[in-house]
């Protein structure tokens, strides 16, 4: 503000549906807020009303990934940016592996077999909390395929429009969960009590 004198800049911070009732009296006043944040369903209502304003333009767009443009993306225009991008990944104890001259798996099926050797080791080979670990690997098993044939648009449209199932996408992922379970490669009574940030990973 003191760079740029005839700008105002306040930053509040309501909880819960406080923030979005007087976001929303205000937006009903004229004098909405110039940025906010919102879940997507507000974010959807605000743009049916007209009351957001098209973000396109903006030059930090070409930061965002393709995939990640098509997700913010309505009627080929952006009405919204993400506050956080979340990427998911596993990590491998590297000294284990190399002490069992197993090398670090590519893709599922040789991550399926170093499993399996671990396992005949006597060596549960995942370590899983209550959280999303095991959720986030049956979600990737079931939408993996929509992402590599860039189908994920009209698959997710008919989803939300009830045309298709969500189950029937899930399902390959609980199985391969399943799988993990009976095959001991995965102590699901231990990941069932290990928080997220236990001492236990």
């Known amino acids: 503000m003191k760079e740029n004198p005839g700008i105002r ?10 923030y979005y009732n007087a976001l ?40 965002f990934t393709e995939s990640m443009r098509g997700q913010m993306e309505v009627d080929g225009r952006i009405y ?32 399926m077999a170093a499993c399996e050797y671990f396992a005949g080791q006597g060596i549960t080979p995942v370590i899983a909390n209550n959280d999303i670990s095991l959720k986030t690997l049956v979600i990737g098993r079931g939408f993996y395929s929509l992402y590599q044939e860039k189908r994920k648009k009209e698959v997710f449209s008919s989803l939300n429009s009830g045309e298709e199932a969500l189950s029937d996408y899930l399902e390959p992922g609980f199985l391969l969960v399943k799988e993990m ?14 928080r997220k940030t236990s001492d236990d990973l």
């Open 9 to 18: 800049i306040s930053y509040e911070s309501l909880k819960g549906t406080a």
């Open 24 to 63: 929303e009296k205000r937006m009903a006043a004229g004098k909405g807020d110039d940025v906010f944040m919102v879940n997507h369903d507000i974010l959807l209502e605000l743009k049916n009303q007209g009351l957001v304003a098209d973000l396109s333009g903006l030059g930090t767009m070409s930061n």
């Open 181 to 194: 379970i009976d095959k001991g490669y995965v102590d699901a009574k231990k990941a069932v009590e290990t």
């Open 80 to 111: 919204w940016v993400p506050t956080t991008v979340s990427v998911f990944g596993l990590y491998c104890n590297l000294d284990l592996l190399k002490e069992h001259n197993q090398k670090v798996p590519e893709n599922l099926g040789e991550w």
